[in-house]
């Protein structure tokens, strides 16, 4: 590999990091749920999503310089959008709560939440073996292994509108819960479509 093609995988990389810094803040946050301190939480929340952003931006320059990169530009950048809107989502998530004046946390979101860690963690591994796509072994059963892991989250997303369906009384709370829920799995299918965003550039490029 170039020397200078280190720094496109290392701002996946990196990219990445934050997102899976955010989930892990995420499942703090609702464990450890108070709503009138949700305000603080937030502020905490937007430094990881802004530190996403970042390296989205620096990836943008990066790319709008060079004129050799390791694989089609435009994948690059596509790779760094789908990226970073796993921090969005996991921010939004947060921001939803807030929104809504939600007052306890279900057992059910605080195991999404969870759940999404796991994604990030695996779209960590994702990406620090991208570097290595050509001769990798590995990238491929590790773009599965995150496949399983939204499969997941889809049976959870289920199962916690079927509750919210059949438990809830308030029209209010029915409502504001299936736009958080609705967020949580659109977390987990930006984690999935990263993945196969890298699966794809594979495809193209070996």
Not at 34 to 45: F, P, S
Not at 119 to 139: G, H, M, P, T, W
Request: hydrophobic content about 40%; some cysteine.
């Amino acid at each position: 590999m170039a020397k200078g093609d280190k720094f496109y995988f290392d701002n996946f990389v990196q990219s990445t990091q934050y997102s899976q810094q955010a989930a892990v803040y995420l499942v703090e946050c609702l464990e450890q749920y108070d709503h009138n301190r949700l305000a603080d939480k937030l502020q905490k929340m937007h430094e990881f999503e802004h530190s996403a952003d970042g390296v989205k931006h620096e990836m943008a320059e990066a790319l709008a310089k060079a004129f050799v990169t390791p694989v089609d530009r435009e994948d690059l950048d596509m790779l760094s959008q789908k990226l970073d809107d796993v921090a969005d989502l996991i921010e939004e998530i947060l921001q939803r709560f807030y929104m809504y004046d939600i007052k306890t946390v279900p057992a059910n979101a605080i195991a999404f939440a969870k759940q999404l860690v796991k994604a990030c963690d695996q779209l960590v591994a994702i990406v620090q073996e991208f570097e290595n796509f050509k001769r990798s072994k590995k990238l491929r059963e590790l773009v599965i292994d995150l496949n399983s892991v939204e499969e997941e989250c889809d049976r959870l997303f289920l199962s916690a509108m079927r509750e919210l369906t059949l438990n809830s009384t308030d029209v209010l709370e029915t409502v504001s819960w299936r736009k958080i829920y609705e967020c949580f799995e659109a977390c987990a299918d930006a984690c999935e479509h990263a993945a196969e965003c890298v699966g794809s550039v594979i495809i193209k490029n070996t």
